[in-house]
């Protein structure tokens, strides 16, 4: 089940972070709108579509069953067959970047949003409105206009969100078994001055817990958040953007208070003293028997996945409220490549993975009686025999078009997904949701001050550099970088997009 709920926050760390069946289950698209017309465009000919997607593992050993049922579904839908092409997530930046630049066949593939302003920069993606007009009606409606338009770049689509936890909530969470033990009520718990008696009962009695485990690459407070990072934090909006003027981040009061509370932690013993260079996930420590608990980003479900994880059950609260900006919407989307020879009909199939349940759980989780069988009408479970390391498909729900379409696995809430659609209909909504910011016209500083940020920051946001000394000579190292010249031009962008949609001073 891991499979299924990995975060891509090791990817965009952001990544991430997050989360169905054969054709022969009598599901058909619920908008219509993928096959109308489908193969009255090419006459008559049949079109081979190749989908590149990134695996965070070996190729499963049925890909290809996979494949071969996938495509007796879209010959008859779009008259069209599809050609999957996964790539190891190591490798994936550098090969969709030779894709790409050599014009090798690729019609449809996920972008990253860290990497999509420069994408489109360099015209390597298809501009989507009108083909969502004309073929990918479903999508849009699925999405909803609000996040279906947040990876608009000028006014124009480029990529379309796939639709999961596009919200984000922050929490705490600690084994159960801990939480019963010392009688903690997480429930009592809403800052991080609340957290820190759960820190020191942990310290003072269990000697081989790390209280607040951290993961690699990161720091506590990557996984707590009251502000719009705008993508890169160089440059945010306060107040989860509840108002448009950008500001340095590092310089906050709130920022400041917070390195304070993370020193206090790291030279009390509640955060590991090698956390800045800690390779192991938050899971794996835990499941090691070495964590007690972390900070986390939250989302319906959250609890059992964290517990499947982390081998052991947890408990959870959440101390913020979900919020949506564009970074939570656009971390993965997809797109068409500018290789395509077919735009047209890379969007009626792209339009399938929105719309039609048979083909989203045959991505998600292969071919029902072989890979997964029915225990009820939405929930699923291994076949006889059948594990999770013996599976011969493991597909990744979060990845595919519209997890909400996904059957739900034997052990989750099998009404996640309703719950789903009402936090990300419920999050409080950056004003800035849909802006993305395009970093060439001060590209020398963004390098500059990146390196800055990879030179002190985890440091500082582990504690394990002193705020009161280092805080100051972090600021200057960014502003003599170039920070200001990048916030200057970040505001000026984020003023015309907010002019030209009608919303300045809103």
């Given at each position: 089940m ?7 926050s ?5 990544m991430?972070?997050?989360?169905a069946?054969?054709?022969s289950?009598?599901?058909?698209s619920p908008?219509g709108?993928?096959?109308s017309?489908?193969s009255?465009d090419d006459?008559g000919k049949?079109y081979?579509l190749t989908v ?9 050993k049925d890909?290809l069953?996979?494949e071969?049922?996938?495509n007796k579904?879209?010959?008859t839908k779009i008259?069209?067959t ?9 490798a994936?930046?550098n090969?969709?970047?030779l894709?790409?630049t050599?014009?090798?066949k690729l019609d ?14 360099k ?8 083909l969502l007009?004309n073929q ?5 409606e ?5 996040y279906?338009n947040?990876?608009?770049i ?9 639709i999961?936890d596009?919200a984000q ?5 600690m084994t159960k078994?801990?939480?019963?033990k010392y009688n903690i009520?997480?429930?009592q718990?809403?800052t ?5 008696p759960i820190l020191?009962t942990?310290k003072d009695n ?6 607040m485990v951290?993961a690699?690459?990161?720091s506590?407070l990557?996984?707590?958040s009251?502000?719009d ?8 909006l306060l ?8 500001v340095?981040w ?6 400041a208070?917070?390195?304070k ?6 030279l ?9 260079t800690v390779?192991e996930?938050k899971s794996d420590?835990?499941?090691?028997g070495?964590?007690?608990g972390?900070?986390?980003?939250m989302?319906p479900?959250?609890?059992?996945q964290?517990?499947r994880q982390?081998g052991?059950?947890i408990v959870s609260?959440?101390m913020l409220?979900?919020v949506?900006?564009t970074?939570?919407v656009?971390n993965?989307m997809w797109?068409i490549a500018?290789?395509?020879d ?5 969007m ?8 039609d ?9 292969g071919?029902?009686?072989?890979h997964?069988?029915?225990v009820?009408?939405?929930v ?5 025999g059948v594990?999770?390391?013996?599976v011969g498909?493991?597909g990744?729900g ?7 379409l ?7 809430d099998e009404h996640l ?9 419920g999050?409080?909504?950056s004003k800035?949701l849909?802006f993305t ?7 020398t500083e963004y ?5 800055v ?5 985890i440091a ?12 100051p000579?972090?600021i200057a190292?960014?502003k003599d970088a ?6 200057a ?14 919303t300045?001073?809103k």
């Amino acid at each position: 089940m891991k499979r299924k709920m990995i975060m891509l926050s090791a990817v965009v760390a952001m990544m991430l972070p997050l989360a169905a069946c054969g054709s022969s289950n009598g599901n058909s698209s619920p908008s219509g709108s993928a096959s109308s017309g489908a193969s009255g465009d090419d006459g008559g000919k049949s079109y081979e579509l190749t989908v590149a997607y990134f695996s965070l593992g070996s190729v499963p050993k049925d890909q290809l069953l996979i494949e071969q049922e996938l495509n007796k579904i879209t010959k008859t839908k779009i008259n069209a067959t599809v050609k999957l092409l996964p790539i190891s997530m190591s490798a994936w930046q550098n090969q969709i970047n030779l894709m790409l630049t050599s014009n090798e066949k690729l019609d449809l593939m996920p972008l990253l949003g860290t990497t999509y302003a420069n994408q489109v920069a360099k015209g390597q993606l298809v501009q989507l409105d009108d083909l969502l007009s004309n073929q990918g009606e479903g999508i849009v409606e699925a999405l909803g206009p609000d996040y279906a338009n947040a990876a608009q770049i000028d006014g124009k689509t480029y990529g379309v969100p796939t639709i999961r936890d596009l919200a984000q909530s922050y929490g705490f969470y600690m084994t159960k078994d801990l939480a019963d033990k010392y009688n903690i009520d997480l429930s009592q718990v809403k800052t991080l001055d609340d957290v820190e008696p759960i820190l020191k009962t942990i310290k003072d009695n269990e000697p081989n817990k790390i209280p607040m485990v951290n993961a690699t690459n990161a720091s506590p407070l990557t996984s707590f958040s009251t502000r719009d990072t705008l993508g890169d934090d160089m440059g945010v909006l306060l107040n989860n953007g509840q108002d448009l003027k950008v500001v340095n981040w590092f310089e906050t009061e709130e920022y400041a208070a917070d390195l304070k509370k993370m020193r206090e932690w790291y030279l009390a013993g509640y955060i590991a003293k090698d956390a800045v260079t800690v390779k192991e996930s938050k899971s794996d420590i835990i499941k090691a028997g070495k964590g007690a608990g972390s900070l986390a980003v939250m989302k319906p479900g959250f609890v059992e996945q964290e517990s499947r994880q982390s081998g052991a059950p947890i408990v959870s609260v959440e101390m913020l409220p979900p919020v949506a900006k564009t970074s939570t919407v656009t971390n993965i989307m997809w797109g068409i490549a500018r290789n395509s020879d077919n735009p047209e009909k890379a969007m009626q199939f792209l339009n399938l993975m929105y719309t039609d349940k048979d083909v989203v759980n045959l991505l998600d989780w292969g071919i029902e009686g072989k890979h997964y069988v029915k225990v009820s009408d939405n929930v699923i479970d291994y076949p006889q025999g059948v594990n999770a390391g013996n599976v011969g498909y493991a597909g990744t729900g979060w990845l595919f078009g519209n997890q909400f379409l996904s059957y739900v696995f034997k052990g989750d809430d099998e009404h996640l997904w309703e719950k789903m659609k009402e936090f990300n209909a419920g999050a409080i909504k950056s004003k800035a949701l849909g802006f993305t910011f395009d970093s060439s016209p001060v590209k020398t500083e963004y390098a500059a001050v990146s390196n800055v940020l990879s030179q002190y920051r985890i440091a500082l946001e582990c504690g394990a550099l002193d705020p009161g000394k280092m805080l100051p000579e972090f600021i200057a190292k960014l502003k003599d970088a170039g920070i200001d010249k990048i916030i200057a031009e970040k505001q000026k962008q984020l003023d015309a997009w907010a002019a030209a949609k009608g919303t300045e001073g809103k």
